[in-house]
């Protein structure tokens, strides 16, 4: 069955630094998108990129979909305390409404100050 | 976004029985719920699509007799755990969404089976 990757499981940093977090998928995806769930809270939807090659940017977040639509990456610039949580990618490999998401195995991150 | 609301947001049960979990969209009707499990630092693993009017699917591995999902309107999906046993601990989340695109994901409810 389809199964989707990240890496680095776990990350710590010191608040200022970047972040990065991979995600990979053994099959083609239709899209991507990226959640992210605090301690003891739900997943919450940050962003969803379609085309190969999308480069989307939230403030300091940069997600990024590959070219293959096989990969993608979240990229933190200057991480604050607030950015603490797991963050997921979820792919998807139809577009229908019905159609499932597969969650990756998460990238815990970590900010001290 | 759209809101969608669990009951109970925990729960504590004795092995062998069973336990019922309420998923609602309160906002907007929902044909399709989603049902997933997550154990401890790790991902949301998804359990069955829950389609209103007729039967859920379930994923490979997942037992239909023992995860029973009702969803019999467009607002409410519930999710049975029968004689539930201390491995079926877990954190139990469902989502729907209006779109193709994002999904809201309910609280979640955190079940101990003793």
């Known amino acids: 069955g389809q199964q989707v990757m990240q890496i680095p499981q776990y990350q710590h940093v010191q608040e200022g630094e970047d972040f990065t977090t991979y995600c990979n998928s053994s099959t083609t995806l239709s899209n991507i998108q990226w959640y992210k769930q605090r301690p003891g809270g739900h997943p919450v939807f940050l962003i969803q990129l379609v085309k190969s090659g999308e480069v989307k940017k939230q403030k300091r977040l940069t997600f990024q979909f590959g070219e293959a639509k096989k990969n993608s990456s979240l990229h933190i610039t200057a991480t604050q305390t607030t950015d603490v949580g797991t963050y997921f990618c979820?792919?998807?490999?139809?577009?229908?409404?019905?159609?499932?998401?597969?969650f990756g195995t998460g990238t815990r991150l970590q900010v001290t100050l | 976004g759209a809101v969608v609301s669990q009951h109970p947001s925990w729960v504590i049960c004795k092995s062998g029985t069973s336990v019922k979990i309420e998923c609602r969209s309160l906002?907007?009707?929902?044909?399709?719920m989603f049902w997933y499990r997550q154990f401890p630092k790790q991902s949301l693993m998804l359990m069955a699509t829950?389609?209103?009017?007729?039967?859920?699917?379930?994923e490979q591995g997942v037992e239909k007799d023992k995860f029973l999902i009702n969803h019999a309107s467009l607002t409410l999906s519930t999710l049975t755990v029968t004689s539930a046993h201390p491995e079926d601990s877990s954190f139990y989340i469902c989502s729907t969404g209006t779109t193709v695109y994002e999904q809201y994901f309910g609280p979640g409810t955190r079940l101990t089976v003793t």
């Open positions: 979820a792919g998807r490999l139809n577009t229908g409404t019905a159609s499932k998401l597969t």
């Open positions: 906002d907007f009707q929902a044909t399709t």
């Open positions: 829950s389609n209103e009017g007729s039967k859920a699917t379930y």
